[in-house]
Every structure is written in structure tokens, then in C-alpha cells.
Nanobody, 121 residues
Framework: VQVVESGGGLVQPGGSLRLSCEAS????????LGWYRQAPGKERELVAV?????????GDSVKGRFIITKDSAKNSVNLHLQMNSLKSEDTAVYYC??????????????WGQGTTVTVSS
């Protein structure tokens, strides 16, 4: 499984931005897809995650502002993060994550290279 993010950039406070992530490879082994972020000097934190059955979970700081969605093709899955009402504290590198479980005994995470979101006037 590979994941590649796109869509980061500079946006003003109160604005919106949409991130995308394409997961390819053995996508049928993916249990969940999610977005995490890491701001300078801080630990990586959960932004939002969606499981194969469509259940979603959001970090407290983004609830009501961000929406995670996914759509599937034959050999890939596209993950999106719609970010609204952005604040300066949303500035971070955003990482796409795939939780992969090819067997009962094996489960691991695949991370993208990250895309930078900067919220500033």
C-alpha cells in the first residue's frame, strides 16, 4: 500500500482548504484511513479517521469544522479532508495514514510524505 497526499498550501484565517490522499496497492487490506498533523514543536495528533464501514472519528479541535470522506475505485481509494473555518493553530504538516492488516497476525501503518498547511493573514 502506498499513500500520496496533495492539496496543502497557504490560506487566510477563516478560509477553507481541501486535502486529498490517494491510496494504492493492496487497498483491500486497509482497515482505516486517516489524517494526522504535526505542528512545529508538537507531537503528531489525530485529525480525522474513517474506517472501512464508514465510521468516522475526529480530533476535538477540528470537530464541526473538518469533514473526512473517501471514495473507492477498483484499485485505489481516495481520501479527502475538507477543512473549513481554518485557524492559525491548524497550521501543520498533514499526513495521510493507512492502517493495513494483511493477516490476523500482521497490522501496520503506512504514512505519506506530508503536505504543509499554513493558515496566516
Amino acid at each position: 500500500v502506498q499513500v500520496v497526499e496533495s492539496g496543502g498550501g497557504l490560506v487566510q484565517p477563516g478560509g477553507s482548504l481541501r486535502l486529498s490522499c490517494e491510496a494504492s496497492g493492496s487497498v483491500y487490506h486497509i482497515n482505516a484511513l486517516g489524517w494526522y498533523r504535526q505542528a512545529p514543536g508538537k507531537e503528531r495528533e489525530l485529525v480525522a479517521v474513517v474506517t472501512t464501514d464508514g465510521s468516522t472519528n475526529y480530533g476535538d479541535s477540528v470537530k464541526g469544522r473538518f469533514i473526512i470522506t473517501k471514495d473507492s475505485a477498483k484499485n485505489s481509494v481516495n481520501l479527502h479532508l475538507q477543512m473549513n473555518s481554518l485557524k492559525s493553530e491548524d497550521t501543520a504538516v498533514y499526513y495521510c495514514n493507512a492502517r493495513v492488516q494483511p493477516s490476523i497476525e500482521s497490522i501496520f501503518d503506512v504514512w505519506g510524505q506530508g503536505t504543509t498547511v499554513t493558515v496566516s493573514s
